[in-house]
Nanobody
């Protein structure tokens, strides 16, 4: 069982930056692929970024490539999402998720554990 707690959300102006953190419980964090997803009001949850268990492989949805980075510190059981050049369309609740196995996933259904989410609001 893995428990995930996100933090770092907030209100920022367009063009600004935020760094989200996701702290995981348990001693097997380094065996999980980790992902970030987001859900805007009235929309389905969508993939944002993912990292392999070692952090050596990362994936991003096209709309955030070049602006967002995902990283992890396995010694601290934490995964991060650095978000730069934020746009109003990035406004959403951001969730981190953990997936067993080595393969990085981009589908909501491939993740086993989810955090409660943190709100990110980007004003224009």
């Amino acid at each position: 069982q893995v428990q995930l707690v996100e933090s770092g959300g907030g209100l920022v102006q367009a063009g600004g930056s935020l760094r989200l953190s996701c702290a995981a419980s348990g001693r097997t964090f380094s065996t999980y692929a980790m992902g970030w997803f987001r859900q805007a009001p009235g929309k389905e949850r969508e993939f944002v970024a993912a990292s392999s268990p070692s952090g050596s492989t990362t994936y991003f949805t096209d709309s955030v490539k070049g602006r967002f980075t995902i990283s992890r510190d396995n010694a601290k059981n934490t995964v991060y999402l650095q978000m730069n050049s934020l746009k109003p369309e990035d406004t959403a609740v951001y969730y981190c998720a953990a997936k067993t196995g080595l393969r990085v996933g981009t589908k909501v259904g491939s993740y086993d554990y989810w955090g409660q989410g943190t709100q990110v609001t980007v004003s224009s």
